[in-house]
């Protein structure tokens, strides 16, 4: 079976899985989200149960001839039903353990599996194959009377299962006559009955996720497509630390064998900010508050009040690229990249995305912390280097690894840095502070209007010394550096759109980077359109291009960071927080009201 990303996440904000259109768990890290897989057969082109292969979970209906795949209604947990032949049929339900226990989130580094039979006399093969060493090798086991120990990486997992442990080692076909359990977690005996302790925890783990949901303030419309978003942006997530990863993968390509294979299993500054962002609409508090601790401890540790454009999901400023060589890649499509070099970057607009964050606690009364005096003098030094670097070169925020230029878009986040510095001591009752930060900002918007904006062609460039367009403009609107309404802003959303759209999709730019002409559209930059075209009065064009992307989406509901503008196929890392935020910035700004239908 050629990869897809028809594939469906499960996870508990600790680690995560992705199960493919047979039910397969074919990538998922251990003990976090950005450590060594020990489910890698998504980058690995060989046949995916083939003798040889490994790095994937199967459980396999013998003579299988239908598969159709589902979440339980407001959760991650998957629910896969699969038909052979005969008419005998099995469901797998998946899941990663969550709920409240002791006090606190129980959230093991842990993935659960419960077979049950629905009808005849069912055979089923279980092939559990997990790898090591980025692919190097299949993780050596041991066993004892229940269990089955695997060798990762960085710890060992242990299998403890209801099935019989010897038919699993041997991968040998079985009938199927009573609910099967499979608990694969820490190296740890197993307390308790595992079939009554497994159906216990998943039933607390859909009451959690449940819970979580109905706090959500979402849109009367496209809500099932919201929520599902949401789930998924909470399970990007590390919640130990409150760190965001911009995706759950590494290496998808951002289109066939462009060599873009980029490790997006870190928290980007800037995709953090988009992601709580997103949240907040909907009243998610509860990623905020713990976004905003792993930032404090990010703008504590920052030499110099230097932040970089991303970091680990635990705080760590140093994450090494290099290439997995065992692992050929999606579809064979490598190289497989572990590490981001971008940590290294210079993105000056990291500044204005860490105090925009961290703006709505000086002003939101609902959060258990809301910030104080002491907040605002540790940001201080932040919006500092926004002031000083504003008008410097950068990589931006397309992160260019071989051109530099001082971006607008940085620039703006910037101003904005220093704006909403001044919106803060405005709050907290500290005048000359105010008056400071608001002189600082004025004068950056006029050094930008001035050195950014074209009058041959009536709108802003995207770089201060050239004439070029990128989406990014659009997002002027969105800081509140010009109105829907400014003559320079509906110049310039006619230039960019004018020059970057294909069809139903954005470009983010369409000039050669370091690896030439781009092919495929970024999902988000098409979301970052429509909200355009929602405020500037074409709210018709806006529904009609949001309901294209909506049916653009995977199965599970999701989609990935690019789009081919001619097939439609999806490519890039998966599931892409940046192109789920935009899904729900955009049904917030597009529904009817609830008082339409009350």
Not at 175 to 195: A, K
Not at 260 to 278: E, H
Not at 357 to 375: I, K, M, T, W, Y
Request: one cysteine or more; glycine letters at 8%; hydrophobic letters at 40%.
């Amino acid at each position: 079976m050629t990869a897809t990303l028809d594939l469906w996440p499960i996870g508990n904000c600790q680690v995560s899985a992705l199960v493919d259109r047979a039910g397969r768990f074919v990538w998922g890290c251990t003990p976090r989200v950005d450590g060594d897989p020990a489910f890698c057969s998504l980058l690995d082109d060989a046949p995916p149960a083939g003798e040889q292969a490994f790095g994937f979970w199967e459980i396999d209906l013998d003579g299988v001839v239908e598969t159709h795949q589902s979440y339980l209604r407001n959760t991650p947990v998957l629910v896969t039903r699969h038909v052979d032949e005969r008419g005998n049929s099995i469901e797998v339900i998946d899941f990663c353990p969550r709920f409240k226990r002791s006090g606190r989130m129980y959230r093991p580094v842990a993935f659960a599996r419960i077979v049950r039979p629905l009808s005849g006399s069912p055979r089923i093969r279980v092939r559990l194959r997990p790898a090591r060493q980025w692919g190097a090798s299949r993780a050596p086991t041991t066993r004892g009377s229940n269990h089955i120990r695997y060798q990762v990486e960085s710890s060992v997992l242990r299998l403890s299962t209801t099935a019989a442990i010897g038919w699993l080692e041997d991968e040998r076909l079985f009938r199927v006559e009573r609910p099967l359990y499979f608990f694969l977690g820490p190296d740890e005996s197993f307390v308790g009955e595992i079939g009554s302790s497994l159906e216990s925890m998943l039933d607390q783990t859909v009451d959690e996720w449940r819970n979580w949901v109905r706090g959500l303030a979402t849109p009367y419309e496209w809500q099932e497509a919201v929520i599902r978003s949401a789930i998924t942006l909470k399970l990007c997530q590390h919640e130990e630390t409150g760190a965001i990863v911009a995706a759950l993968t590494t290496s998808i390509p951002e289109h066939a064998g462009s060599g873009r294979n980029w490790d997006y299993r870190y928290c980007w500054v800037r995709d953090a900010y988009y992601t709580v962002q997103a949240l907040n609409r909907l009243g998610a508090l509860d990623v905020l508050e713990g976004y905003l601790e792993y930032l404090r401890n990010i703008v504590d540790n920052a030499a110099s009040g230097h932040i970089q454009p991303l970091y680990g999901v635990g705080g760590e400023a140093t994450l090494v690229e290099r290439e997995a060589t065992a692992l050929s890649g999606y579809r064979g499509m490598g190289p497989v990249r572990v590490g981001n070099q971008a940590y290294e970057q210079i993105q000056h607009d990291a500044y204005g995305q860490i105090i925009l964050s961290n703006a709505q606690a000086f002003f939101d009364h609902r959060l258990l912390r809301v910030a104080g005096v002491e907040d605002f003098a540790a940001l201080e030094p932040v919006g500092e280097r926004a002031w000083e670097d504003f008008d410097k070169p950068d990589a931006g925020l397309w992160e260019l690894r071989t051109k530099s230029h001082v971006h607008t878009y940085s620039a703006a986040m910037c101003w904005a840095a220093c704006d909403r510095l001044a919106n803060a001591a405005d709050v907290l009752g500290l005048a000359d502070r105010h008056a400071f930060w608001s002189d600082r900002a004025a004068k950056m918007r006029l050094r930008i209007e001035q050195a950014a904006w074209r009058a041959d062609s009536d709108r802003l460039s995207a770089t201060f010394a050239g004439d070029d367009l990128d989406a990014s403009l659009l997002q002027l609107l969105d800081l509140r550096f010009l109105a829907p309404d400014d003559p320079r802003f509906l110049g310039t959303l006619a230039a960019v759109e004018n020059g970057l759209r294909r069809g139903s999709h954005m470009l983010r730019y369409a000039i050669e980077d370091d690896f030439g002409l781009p092919h495929t559209a970024f999902n988000v930059c098409t979301f970052w359109l429509i909200e355009a075209l929602h405020f500037t009065g074409r709210d018709a064009d806006a529904r009609l291009l949001f309901d294209e992307m909506l049916s653009r989406r995977t199965p599970a509901g999701l989609l990935s960071e690019d789009i081919d503008p001619v097939t439609g196929e999806l490519w890039g890392n998966y599931p892409q927080t940046y192109s789920l935020v935009g899904l729900i910035n955009c049904a917030v700004l597009l529904s009817k009201p609830w008082s339409a239908i009350r």
